[in-house]
Structure formats: structure tokens, C-alpha cells
């Protein structure tokens, strides 16, 4: 039964991340490239407040997947390099960090971009 209510509080937390990014796009004039880098950037922000840890134990993948998620990763890798290396690290841990991630979207993009043609909209 446990499992169940983790997949319910990352169906609930992923589902409010998703609607927060939904009523920003009808109710406001952003753009959806500007809505993704606000999300990044409050990933950013709530992780280096310490703020973004609680949301990620409750949530678990409903809270690491999205782009919220990817801030909370940058500003975690940064954090973690800057105690180890010191100022050197604030401009290598996030990169670091989110290595694994950017490779996996690099190669399935490419690999989705060898397999399908391109169509046209019209």
C-alpha cells in the first residue's frame, strides 16, 4: 500500500507543477520558453534556500522530473562543488551535476532525429 501513496503524492505534486505551468500560460501573456527558464530558475531559487528539499521528499519523481526539478539539481551540484573546490565549483557542480541528464537528452534526441522524417506543418 505504500507504494501506492508514492505514487500518488508524485501524481500530485507533478500535476501541480503542471498546472501551475498551465494557468501561467492562459492567464498571463509569457511564452512557454519564458514559463520554462521561470521554472528552472525557481528550481534554482528554492534549492539554494533550502526550500526545494521538502517538496522533493514529498513529491520523490513528480518533483525531480520536471523543469523545477533540474534547477533543484544545478543548484545542489553547485552547492556540493563550492564546499568541495571552492569558488572553482560554482562554475563547474551544476554542469556536473546535471551531466547525466543533458547526456540523455542529447543522444535521444539524436537518436529520435536518425529514426523519424520530418514533416511539414501544412
Known amino acids: 500500500m505504500e507504494i501506492f501513496w508514492e505514487y500518488a503524492r508524485a501524481f500530485l505534486c507533478g500535476g501541480v507543477l503542471c498546472l501551475i505551468g498551465q494557468v501561467l500560460i492562459d492567464k498571463t501573456k509569457l511564452t512557454p520558453a519564458r514559463i520554462l527558464v521561470l521554472y528552472v530558475v525557481s528550481g534554482v531559487v528554492l534549492g539554494g534556500l533550502g526550500l526545494y528539499k521538502y517538496i522533493a521528499e514529498f513529491g520523490g519523481a513528480g518533483a525531480a522530473v ?13 552547492a556540493k562543488a563550492v564546499s568541495e573546490q571552492g569558488v572553482l565549483g560554482a562554475l563547474t557542480g551544476g554542469v556536473t551535476a546535471a551531466a547525466g541528464g543533458i547526456a540523455a537528452a542529447v543522444f535521444f534526441g539524436l537518436l529520435v532525429a536518425l529514426i523519424f522524417k520530418p514533416k511539414s506543418k501544412s
Open 66 to 78: 520536471p523543469l523545477t526539478g533540474f534547477g533543484y539539481l544545478l543548484a545542489k551540484g553547485t
